[in-house]
């Protein structure tokens, strides 16, 4: 029988790297039978981590699906990530989700990467729980997360209190029942008394607890007010009501390590979490909306494609409405075309079983081997369109070149990075027009190289990384005038072309300007436009290093032509000629590119940081430090930044991120164009 759609529930695990959300997916799975065994992330067992690049480096590089059966109702969860190199679709993840199970680590408690992932959860509406994990460690410190809620802006509706014996988590005391839960084997409790050493405690949380019940619905405040307390019928219903509104943000306790918890948040998540029917209707483009009805229109959304290596292509659906029972003919409304679905598959990480029954909205699954379907798509009803916009992704932090390790097979290593496109909608793949690399942008060193790893892993083709040519630029001050003449002849119509041109630097950002001063006829009007562009080709190969000329003007105001020898093709030669002459008298000047970078680190961190950027001669424009987290903003030049990521993750202890976007260029100090000058030199000469 299918589970009814108010008894159904679709979230997502979300939290920093190392907190232990697949640790924590891997108890629910064993706690509700979908696993026979726990698996363990140091082991690389665990269902949700089996690529080859989680298991090495022990840690998820890409979001995982599973769906399990608890007290025969279905459940669908999704395992975000939380390493910043690896949650640029969280947004688009999201879309598919009805709520969030937001994971903390006991032991480290709010860091600045969290607070940026809660925010995300915020903005995308959702519900949310709190599990605060890793109760087992020597130095977890639940009031000390529990107090890091309120850089949050949480209110939290606390429904655990552990309970230690010395360095163990041996049991919790539930709030709400006022009862406490013993650790026994194998995930199993025992319900006991409340120790005497919390009951204070107990008793203080207990009425904060009611009261922010109570306070989340007139009617229940009305009642509390007359009778001074609440039945429990009365709290249960209070606090799922309050959850799904997303007014009450309830906490739990649990360590996934040593399989303590499990059943309490299994609990938690069917009797507090909203089911796909208690979200409000999704809004398409322009403003049309789409309730989750599964009598309603079919319509679905790929918010991840994955590669399986039996199956090719799967696009992981989230059904909006209506129903799928059998095999499905819907529109994509990016490409216009028709896909057809074939049978449905239940996912359990890598593992994928046939949907044997009618699967309505709220529902993740795998669909193989659609044509033309990508991420972010809308799949509908024909007559029914409805489409769910994509979010906005954050901009790339990080570009490299990549090179075949033979030469000739540029083309087979393009071709295996565009298959991994598919699948990873944070990349961005393509090739500089000036030095000819292939270039892969990513969100960090860490995301690059795992691409890399994989896309030699599957299609067998050997990668070369390298830092890329940094976009550098030239210019030049002052003015001058010259003369650009070129004259051939070789028996037969030969070739001529003369320009004199006025050339002259100009401000940042001015870019190429061209104007035309010849009067008189003293060069026909038809070979101006190509002296124009034998000045732009040759100040797009550079004078310096190889790097575009910008900001100049050129006045072309006298020259002579010839008029069987004259041609366009002279004329372009000849404003090249000019062009080249012009840069040997103003002695150019190269600039660099120069980034406004934006990091978020502990305050305690930040010292350190501003140091840092300092030492690779960035100018620190200001901080501002809230609730623990510093924001410094500066504007560094982009060569000195190419391997930022792991360095900030070093110095921060991996709780510090960074945005980074173009600001503006400035003349490179003697130094480092010297430096930029001779390698170009040696490049040239080496080919």
């Not at 046939?354 to 081997?369: D, I, N, Q, S, T």
């Amino acid at each position: 029988m299918p589970t009814p759609l108010e008894m159904q529930r679709t979230f997502a695990l979300v939290g920093t790297g190392g907190c232990g959300k697949t640790s924590l997916a891997e108890m629910l799975l064993y706690r509700a039978g979908a696993v026979s065994r726990m698996g363990a992330v140091e082991d690389g067992t665990t269902c949700l981590d089996y690529e080859p690049e989680e298991i090495r480096r022990r840690g998820s590089v890409q979001p995982a699906c599973a769906t399990y059966l608890w007290n025969k109702n279905r459940h669908f969860l999704l395992d975000i990530p939380g390493d910043g190199n690896f949650t640029g679709d969280m947004e688009c993840l999201l879309k598919g989700v009805d709520s969030v199970v937001f994971v903390l680590d006991a032991v480290d408690g709010v860091r600045p990467l969290a607070k940026k992932f809660w925010g995300i959860v915020q903005a995308a509406g959702l519900p949310a729980a709190i599990v605060i994990n890793k109760m087992d460690r020597d130095r977890a410190d639940f009031q000390m997360a529990l107090d890091g809620l309120a850089t949050l802006g949480v209110k939290p509706v606390v429904l655990h209190l552990p309970i230690r014996q010395g360095e163990s988590y041996v049991g919790v005391v539930d709030i709400l029942t006022n009862t406490a839960h013993m650790f026994g084997e194998d995930g199993a409790t025992a319900e006991a008394g409340v120790p005497a050493s919390l009951a204070d405690d107990v008793a203080l949380l207990r009425d904060v607890t009611i009261e922010n019940i109570a306070e989340s619905d007139e009617t229940l405040m009305e009642k509390y007010l007359e009778e001074g307390n609440l039945s429990q019928e009365d709290l249960k219903t209070g606090l799922r009501a309050g959850v799904v509104k997303g007014e009450l943000t309830p906490v739990l306790t649990c360590s996934a390590l040593e399989n303590k918890g499990g059943k309490a948040l299994l609990e938690a998540i069917e009797n507090l979490l909203p089911s796909p029917l208690d979200r409000a209707p999704f809004v398409g483009q322009e403003g049309t909306e789409r309730a989750p009805d599964a009598e309603g229109p079919l319509a679905c959304f790929v918010f991840k494609t994955l590669a399986d290596p039996f199956a090719g292509q799967l696009s992981l659906l989230r059904i909006l409405s209506g129903t799928i029972n059998g095999d499905a003919t819907l529109k994509n409304m990016r490409s216009e075309e028709t896909e057809r679905l074939g049978n449905p598959l239940y996912i359990l990480g890598k593992t994928q079983t046939p949907c044997k029954e009618p699967l309505g909205p709220g529902a993740l699954v795998a669909v193989a081997k659609l044509k033309n379907t990508r991420t972010g798509d809308t799949l509908c009803d024909e007559k029914n369109p409805f489409v769910l916009p994509m979010p906005d992704l954050p901009p790339q932090l990080i570009t490299y070149a990549l090179a075949p390790k033979e030469k000739g097979e540029e083309d087979k290593v393009y071709a295996a990075m565009q298959r991994l496109l598919d699948e990873d909608i944070t990349l961005r793949l393509g090739r500089d027009e000036e030095t000819g690399d292939i270039l892969l942008s990513g969100m960090g060193q860490l995301h690059i190289e795992l691409s890399v790893e994989k896309a030699k892993r599957r299609f067998k083709v050997d990668i070369v990384l390298k830092t890329p040519k940094v976009p550098y630029r030239e210019t030049v001050r002052g003015k001058c005038q010259v003369q650009g003449r070129h004259k051939k002849q070789s028996g037969g119509r030969g070739q001529f072309g003369d320009c004199w041109i006025e050339m002259e630097g100009m401000p940042r950002g001015s870019g190429y300007q061209f104007e035309d001063a010849i009067v008189g006829g003293a060069i026909p009007r038809q070979y101006i436009p190509a002296i124009d562009k034998g000045i732009q080709e040759a100040a797009s190969r550079g004078f310096l290093a190889g790097c575009q000329v910008v900001d100049f003007r050129v006045k072309v105001y006298d020259g002579s032509y010839h008029t069987v020898d004259s041609s366009e093709m002279a004329f372009k030669v000849a404003g090249s000629l000019a062009f080249k002459k012009a840069m040997e008298t103003l002695k150019p000047v190269l600039l660099e590119p120069i980034v406004l970078l934006t990091v978020s680190v502990p305050d305690e961190s930040m010292g350190d940081v501003i140091g840092d950027l300092s030492s690779r001669r960035g100018k620190v424009l200001g901080s501002d430090s809230t609730a623990g987290v510093t924001e410094i903003k500066a504007h560094v030049p982009m060569s000195e930044i190419l391997r930022y990521a792991p360095d900030l993750r070093s110095m921060t202890g991996g709780q510090g991120f960074f945005t980074m976007e173009f600001a503006h260029y400035e003349e490179a100090p003697q130094p480092v164009a010297e430096k930029v000058i001779a390698e170009h030199k040696a490049h040239t000469q080496a080919q």
